[in-house]
């Protein structure tokens, strides 16, 4: 029984050894072998069987011999060692591997040393395929940063640009109103009647390049925006300001909610007011209201800003891109969303984590929906 166990166990440790891809083996004082596996067949080409009793550097070569013999001294020596290697093989194949000579020390004296060579070259073509994407990574970031730092420059240009544009054109807006003014009082009504169309074409380019500009800065902006607590009739007054003096009395406010504040960015919300009135009083017929109305919600909280004209509605075929950038309808006097209005709108919305939606439109008029949620703000 003894003898079948012994020999079961040799058995099983020969089929251990001879199974696992990493080669082992023992070399005595001469570098001469004992042992080998049979995995120095699949890396050297070379039979286990006649490994026995041959020396190291005929297994290696010159070449790897003379390379790997000062960690054969060491180990020789009583001194552990694990190095890295690349071992050539058979048909040319190249293998990294991790080399350790375990000394075989018995009362102080060593008789040899124990090799074991694992095969790393999947991992260290993990390792560079790592180190390729770290260094993409950091290419990427360093782009992204340079055109991030473009963006900015771009932004700034554009706002001075805003400025040395707009300022002109708001200084002869308030003179072309003072004369009117007077024009009025002298009872120049023809005149003061040209001075008021010249006056409605520069709102018009103001309002285009405020547009142009919303757009430029919108696409560039992280999404979501920091929100904070803004006066709800503050920013409807500072919107209604912003229209043509003539055209404010027809803006009807209805406020059904007793709110005082709600969260936002505030220049955003008055630039979404503003196209939402403009588009509004531009379609509707000529002296006819525009109503503006704030509702909220409790569950979910959200405050909802709806402005409704009186016109002839949107034409059915704008109705599926009335919120897309450059929305344009086929008559003028049909179509809402012009060139960047929704386009603006919707994105501002999008912004702040809501929607912007038809409500209702046909001949009576039309209704836009601002839905400005007030959970999860950024304060």
Request: net charge negative; proline share 6%.
């Amino acid at each position: 029984m003894k003898d079948k166990l012994a020999s079961d166990a040799d058995y099983h440790m020969r089929l251990l050894v001879d199974r696992v891809p990493t080669m082992l083996a023992y070399w005595d004082r001469d570098l001469i072998c004992r042992f080998a596996n049979r995995a120095y067949e699949a890396w050297f080409g070379a039979d286990p069987d006649r490994l026995f009793g041959t020396h190291i550097r005929d297994l290696l070569g010159p070449q790897l011999y003379e390379m790997n013999h000062p960690y054969m001294l060491k180990a020789l020596a009583g001194e552990r060692q694990v190095f890295e290697r690349i071992v050539p093989g058979p048909g040319g194949v190249e293998r990294h591997s991790l080399a350790e000579y375990i000394p075989d020390n018995v009362n102080g004296e060593v008789r040899g040393f124990l090799v074991q060579v694992t095969n790393v070259t999947e991992l260290k073509q993990t390792q560079a395929a790592l180190a390729r994407e770290s260094e993409l990574r950091t290419q990427l970031e360093a782009h992204a940063a340079e055109l991030h730092g473009l963006l900015r420059e771009r932004t700034e240009m554009l706002n001075v640009l805003a400025h040395e544009v707009r300022q002109p054109l708001n200084n002869a807006s308030a003179a072309l109103q003072s004369a009117q003014g007077w024009l009025r009082s002298h009872s120049e009504a023809y005149v003061s009647g040209r001075v008021e169309q010249a006056q409605q074409v520069l709102g018009e380019v103001l309002s285009s390049i405020d547009n142009t500009l919303a757009v430029a800065a919108l696409l560039a902006r992280p999404e979501p925006v920091p929100r904070h607590d803004v006066d709800i009739d503050v920013l409807i007054s500072i919107a209604i300001a912003d229209m043509p003096a003539a055209e404010r009395p027809r803006i009807r406010v209805v406020r059904e909610t007793p709110a005082q504040t709600a969260l936002m960015d505030m220049s955003l919300m008055r630039l979404a007011l503003r196209n939402l009135l403009n588009n509004a009083l531009k379609f509707s017929p000529a002296g006819s209201d525009v109503l503006l109305r704030v509702v909220d919600t409790e569950d979910p909280p959200v405050l909802q800003i709806s402005v409704t004209d009186f016109g002839g509605g949107i034409e059915p075929s704008l109705l599926p891109r009335l919120f897309s950038r450059g929305a344009t309808g086929s008559q003028s006097k049909g179509a809402h969303g012009l060139g960047l209005g929704l386009y603006i709108v919707a994105r501002i919305m999008a912004l702040h984590g809501g929607t912007a939606k038809l409500l209702s439109n046909g001949p009576g008029g039309t209704t836009i929906e601002l839905a400005l949620p007030q959970i999860n703000a950024i304060a």
